[in-house]
């Protein structure tokens, strides 16, 4: 590993332990540097702010579990095998310590702050969802499905039935690691929605 990627390594590192324990806007720019041992300078010229660290962190954690360069189904069944290994990873995703914490932080910044609360969401939300929509709308071009909703609703309900009240239950602290069978949750949500359809599970 070069130098310079090591010192962004260090800083997104120290970024994710003390964001999550004390929160974005607690944490001042000395604080990180400290915490990464790197200089302000090292920060400013590969994140350019606070703020652009936070983008990157958030986008690295997306990552994990993006769709977006994955080639898309050649077939109805590769399709819906796609669709339930795609909500098993986000409902995995959803089950670390880690997601739950950077929810909760970006839930109590969002009044504070949102111009981050946006950015969050961008990167994390709305990037699932634009994945989600691209992936359902070669699905129908390709005659996979015969849903009549857009793809785009067809995406916001899927995502929202996978999540479902027990995700409020963890942003409230209330419960953690809810899912324990991702997989059987993925397959019961797309059932329930695309009940007309033939599918292979």
């Known amino acids: 590993m070069s130098r310079s990627a090591n010192s962004e390594q260090r800083i997104l590192e120290a970024a994710r332990k003390i964001f999550l324990a004390e929160g974005y806007s607690a944490v001042s720019t000395d604080q990180l540097c400290r915490e990464a041992s790197v200089s302000k300078t ?6 350019g702010d606070m703020a652009g660290v936070l983008k990157a962190l958030v986008k690295t954690e997306g990552d994990a579990f993006s769709i977006d360069n994955q080639p898309l189904p050649a077939t109805a069944e590769a399709f819906w095998l796609a669709l339930r290994d795609y909500g098993a990873q986000l409902l995995r995703l959803l089950n ?47 005659g996979f499905i015969q849903h009549e909703s857009r793809p785009s609703d067809l995406a916001d309900y899927l995502i929202s039935m996978w999540e479902g009240l027990t995700y409020v239950r963890v942003r409230l602290s209330l419960e953690s690691h809810p899912y324990t069978q991702p997989k059987r949750r993925s397959e019961s949500v797309i ?6 359809e033939n599918l292979p599970y």
């Open 42 to 47: 090292t920060l400013y010229r590969y994140f």
């Open 96 to 142: 670390s310590d880690f997601c739950a914490q950077l929810d909760q932080t970006m839930h109590e910044e969002a009044r504070q702050h949102p111009d981050i609360a946006k950015l969050f969401y961008q990167n994390a939300y709305g990037r699932s969802h634009e994945e989600m929509t691209r992936l359902i709308e070669h699905a129908k071009q390709s």
């Open 191 to 196: 059932r329930a929605l695309f009940s007309t």
